[in-house]
């Protein structure tokens, strides 16, 4: 079993910069791929990033790439979601997920456990 704790999020005003942070325990080094997801109100979940824990390969939704970066500790214990340039439509609860399986993207169903998110909160 993983566990999953995210921290980090908070209110920023529009164009500004926050750090998620997202701290793995049990059986960590099961992990093959991790990722942020992002949830507003009266919508879909959605990947935002997500990066390969062997091999450190990223991947980034088109609406962040370019602002977001995702990364992790050496230990793979922590991962961390920069995002900078923040705009008035990323404000969600933004989720930390693992899996195990060998292949994953920026789908929900693919991951398999997921943490209790952190809010962010934009404003102009």
């Known amino acids: 079993q993983v566990k999953l704790v995210e921290s980090g999020g908070g209110s920023v005003q529009a164009g500004g910069s926050l750090m998620l942070s997202c701290a793995v325990s049990?059986?960590?080094?099961?992990?093959?791929?991790m990722g942020w997801f992002r949830q507003a109100p009266g919508k879909e979940r959605e990947g935002v990033a997500q990066?390969?824990?062997?091999?450190?390969?990223?991947n980034y939704a088109s609406s962040v790439k370019g602002r977001f970066s995702i990364s992790q500790d050496n230990a793979k214990t922590t991962m961390y979601l920069r995002m900078n340039s923040l705009k008035l439509d990323d404000p969600a609860m933004y989720y930390c997920?693992?899996?195990?399986?060998?292949?994953?993207?920026?789908?929900?169903?693919?991951?398999?456990?997921w943490g209790q998110g952190t809010q962010v909160t934009v404003s102009s």
């Open positions: 049990g059986d960590a080094a099961s992990n093959r791929c």
């Open positions: 997920a693992a899996t195990a399986f060998l292949t994953c993207g920026l789908g929900k169903e693919a991951y398999e456990f």
């Open positions: 990066i390969y824990n062997y091999g450190g390969l990223e």
